[in-house]
């Protein structure tokens, strides 16, 4: 990913720009031919002087004022008539915005492919533990038992709704933007909209309504999906950051040469991918408020605002695509210790199964009295040390309605899991349609 | 919007969840049809003690647990049974997100009436000013001449845009969150989803593969779709404050009893609605961040993310409401100065024509030398305080190749307008779909 | 702090301005001093109109401008002669800047007192737990032995920058506003300056050397410096919350009525206090972002940035307060399971050992050495199972070198603590300044 | 400002701390002063291989590791010895936040120079307009005469609070980290302090009362700070900006070879440096918030918040930088039309002068009468076109209160000017402590 938004990338989709806008020219009759040959003859990176143009730059503001200037002087140095025809018709914006759209789609596309990737890793994983026991935890607290499997469902199903917006930006983004100065095309008079039609053609992108350089909402659009998506990934990582606690040791990220080492600590095996993701989903908002904050640009071309996505945007490319690399990485070799996640379910001497055993007896004397009941119940186990098994076996009231059997049954984990497994197959059975 | 965020229409949609709960639970055979009744009879915001319930609601950070501990106590007085069945197979969780989901439901009718009534309104702007003449500014400074109709076209597309947003927004959030304690539906057995599917029939949401509490893609999409708007809204208000300067003078809010006056200055006439667009659009971007950042919840159920979430989305529906029905409100009643928007056409001496002399000439010498005569041509106006057509009437280089009459077609704004009233049109034939 | 931000209390500070405006009014001779004493007698809260001063605000954008003309009427009621000087020399945004610094005062007051006795509580815990061994955990990994008390010591010495901080802020916040319609008093003529002198010490506030009504530094700051202080809490919270987990179970909010309980699992304790803490932590970044964001205000009265602090600022000053609150509430509280520590440091069969004994072995044989013998000897006790001091009793390079009893020593945590005890001490120390 | 957080001096500054905990060590007889020797001769970023450190830190995510190993190889070539001593005591993120703090420390020496040298460029510019009449604006519309001089001293009082924050940051911000593992030295055993004493004395750093990593306070409030600084930048830019706009022409920034020129309306002139600066302040705000986010660190180390802090906090450093540069560099040769500030004064036919009218009037008829009179009045100038003046003359209730001398003092602005240029002399008697 960073090499789609490196400068030499930039500068090549600026020129793509460039060579498509006079083929278009030539061929609605604006410029000769002969000069859109020359012109696009010229539209490569390696001719550029990168150096004079960060520094011109600098001073404009501006890379496609610069670039456009190398280019005319490339041109002319072969054909000075065809020199006279460099950019014509467009503005320096219009190079802007339309080299960043096409350097937004070669992103989309890396970002689509990792995500095909992370889903089909993460419906592996939830198939493999689709029964696999553990404590659900609710308050950073065990709450009941579920399984490993329903919890990849869940990371899954949220993925697959990415997947969707992504396809659903994709659509409002992938624009030409091309509007001269103001947005008028006043430079080609009545043939704007033609060279606008086989502009968008030759690059392979929509032709919007109307030209959009002050309405910001396309590109940060994308800013906000990848924002949405990143926070999953962040919440995903949390989870498996948590599970990879030296005492809870449930699920760890693939050891590797080099990976998560201590200069002083040669026993440590850190989740170094889980913080990598973090470090995303805790840089991504805040450049996501940025790119909301920069949508307000006065008149015809913004203030500041615009200079202000320049290098925000590209960031949160480069964050969410590296997040989301890291974790298609992982999942498919994340190391999941099951009979630990079983051992974990007996930590709290049996509370686990309070509510279990709360249903069974609120179905016989109502929810709220069975509620006071096994909170007093795991009060004493708690405080005696003794399982809550154990302490309830010896409750009169308890005794009075369930038999040990009853209470044995209670206990099992495996009892307790509701509609656990249908809720995998359902994700997984949705996953289909995304391929 | 206020009210659809108050603390009673809160409660209330959490009361709706649970009548509905009841009568799914009823339907599925999972409680008495009789206790259905008597639950669902009782579920009425007015009968809540909402002082009680806010101090408990301080110790337990949950306003569901002590409304279901008071919904049970009421149910009680007259159908101690039924009690019994109260909030059966849920979880205080799925009392708040699906109580949640109903408001942001009756938010979004809100939202996309004012949406519709601002686009409609924008589209007769269009039409009317289709052809009025007015700058174009870049940089906050005056670059080519522009139609106002092609400025409120861009608006009004960008605001078709978010209303498609707000459709695939609504179908993915509009959905039943039920999954008991840690998303497995154990409380209610193998019947689970059974009464999901029959709950979700009952309060007309959609039903979710899997239960999604901490998967918080749905709800902060909600954000970032109305922080992308939000920003729209800023971009126009910008705008109309910016129109509206004393020394600019083209483009005033409605004035009205009371708005925007001084309590020293009598004769101010200040652009509150733009204000409070404004207000809106600074605040949002920093909540959306919020909403982001809250994302990263742990394992079933987060520590404190969610609490964070509490007040941040209502807040920024509120706003963005609030900025939206200013707009909506004020855009019908603009008062437009054509005249005025004419005569700051002359304020450069003639300088805003230097593109279409520049391109005129680089038909005949080639662009970049047109460029440099041309920039000559205009420092020597600025510098001499002469009008650039008498400047360049006066140049040689210049003479020869264009006719008194052609310059005075130069100079005449309304033949420098590209293909702005065809973009107007554009704009305007794409809202039909959007009804 | 919700009252010192409450509706009735925000008036009561911008009346209080107006008393104190008459007052100085009349020391300095520019309004009849029974005017003042009229004036004075009406400014009370209870006065007001709070319904009629709402919905005038909401169309004036500033509650200023309908308190003043309610005061005035009142006034007028007893004497109309004085009515003619309320307000004298102000602007409405005198009114709503100074009501909003008396409000800081206010709320720093208490803000304070809660830190001190925050302070006050992590000195006495730091002390009680000086030598409490525990894991010192670095990216949720065990890493080496440490005391509860070092850990303790640094949340107390970051308290102890904050009181700094807290400090400073007030000398630079607590000022008067007091400029006129655009800060020059041109309606005061040439007793401006006297007028202000005289209102800044009815105020006890400080005179700023200009109006300072556009320069929004000085709030701005509150908010970054509350911002810091949250984020601290945030930190305390989140290690708090990570002690408290099922399996690690080393430290623990103390248990209360009504505390952290669930509505279908009687048996939780929910660190809640970790959670309002981590909820303010999570929203504060963004708010403070709005803070910055609204700083660029136009000219002499910014459009739309000063209504966005409005909400803005008193939401930061509540969540921060309310964050404080719990933390000074629960500290002196904490439940502190000193045993469970060090049993937990068992958790890694001696590897959190590993660096003691590669500084042992590396005053020998060199530090790259030991790293690579010793990160061997872990990975072997990983693998086999086997306790890493049993594991390095077995290799001959180690036998060598290290004596059983040497052995004995390098794997008693207590052998391992470097100067932790003497930095608590240092801290503590330190705190003194503070009292 | 680029250069202080290039990689190569991060690097640079890691190696310093590599060096002086070597000098330290050895002069606390901690290690072989032959061994400092030979490892500080080898703390030169040349001898790096900058490349592989860049691949090994992509895999462990922190490039204090590689670094050392790097290091310790290159002493091993010469002196394998001495090899062993290197980083004797430390943990990598010693290295990486005292090479931190000593970036920070250069870089603020480079911000403060700036701070100096703009104060001293406002200081100047408001004393040369000390007097000079312009418009104050409020809400984007006139309000009342002003000077141009307040303005400037405005911004001055407030860069003057920002150089207080500076030093009272700097003393918080510049102090050592060194802890070892978990910050408890435990590695050099009894002899950590003094090793800590005389590695802080050998950087010039303050040695705080204990180690501090996750206690992020004091680089985020290096955070806060600069984003204090760049708020009052922003708002500077868009005052400049505002009276740049071709209609007001006010205040231009200098023109300059390059500096805001146009790829095709070659009479632009365009307000290159407050776009800089503006875009800074859009961008700044989210990076604090991401700094503040980032405070909530795990234990003795956390996942992923620092990591987050890595490219932030620089890239907050170089966007103030720029700004304050741009504004330091512009404010000396800011171009200010004061004839055309006196002639904007007379844009609306005199209603700039109703306040004067209505305090005049207001001495004798009271202050609400004079505001309905003189609403009114301006209501009709307004409408009719006519002078405000001309209106009043002709007003038989003015008449009998006002007579034609009174009338046009009270319509001459420098007669309503108030305490201007005493401000403006209070702040610059205040800027001569700074220096």
Not at 81 to 110: M, P, Y
Not at 264 to 271: A, E, L, S, V
Request: proline share 3%.
């Amino acid at each position: 990913m960073g090499e789609v938004f490196s400068d030499a990338a930039r500068l090549q989709h600026m020129l793509e720009f460039e060579a498509a806008l006079a083929r278009a020219g030539a061929r609605c009759g604006v410029i000769p031919p002969a000069a859109a040959q020359a012109i696009a003859s010229k539209c490569k990176v390696d001719l550029v002087d990168a150096k004079a143009l960060a520094t011109a730059t600098a001073v404009s503001l501006n890379p496609a004022i610069p670039l456009v200037k190398q280019l005319t002087a490339l041109v002319a140095n072969d054909d000075p008539e065809a020199a006279r025809f460099v950019h014509w018709g467009a503005t320096s914006q219009d190079v802007n915005d339309t080299g960043l759209v096409l350097q937004i789609r070669q992103a989309l596309d890396i970002l689509e492919a990792d995500l095909a990737a992370l889903c089909g890793g993460l419906n592996q994983l939830a198939q493999t533990h689709r029964s696999t026991l553990m404590a659900g935890r609710t308050l950073m607290q065990h709450a009941l038992p579920t399984t490993f499997g329903v919890k990849v469902a869940g990371w899954l199903d949220a993925m697959n709704r990415h997947r969707e917006r992504f396809t659903e930006t994709r659509a409002r983004v992938l624009v030409l933007q091309f509007g001269g100065a103001v947005g008028t095309l006043a430079a080609l008079r009545e043939k704007g909209l033609q060279v606008a039609e086989a502009l968008a053609a030759e690059l392979h992108l929509g032709l919007p309504f109307v030209p959009w350089h002050t309405q910001r909402d396309r590109v940060a659009e994308a800013a906000t999906t990848l924002g949405l998506c990143t926070g999953t990934l962040g919440k995903i990582a949390r989870d498996i950051s948590l599970h990879m606690q030296t005492e809870i040791a449930e699920v760890f990220e693939p050891a590797g040469e080099g990976r998560g080492g201590s200069s002083t600590m040669p026993h440590k095996r850190n989740p170094v991918s889980a913080a990598i993701v973090l470090s995303a989903a805790t840089r991504v908002p805040g450049l996501v408020s940025t790119m909301l904050s920069a949508m307000v640009q006065e008149d015809e071309r913004g203030l500041g605002d615009w200079h202000a996505e320049w290098e925000t945007l590209p960031e949160i490319f480069r964050l969410t695509a590296g997040a989301l690399h890291q974790m298609a990485t992982i999942v498919p070799h994340l190391e999941v210790d099951a009979a630990r996640m079983k051992r974990n379910l007996d930590a709290t001497q049996g509370l686990i199964f309070a509510e279990a055993v709360t249903m069974a007896l609120g179905s016989q004397i109502g929810k709220a009295a069975a509620h006071t009941l096994v909170e007093g119940a795991s009060r004493l186990a708690r405080e005696s040390g003794k399982h809550l098994r154990e302490v309830l076996a010896q409750d009169r009231a308890v005794a009075e309605r369930l038999t040990s059997t009853e209470l044995d049954r209670l206990f099992a984990p495996e009892n307790y899991l509701g509609v656990a497994e249908e809720l995998v197959d359902r994700v997984i059975d949705a996953s289909r349609k995304h391929g």
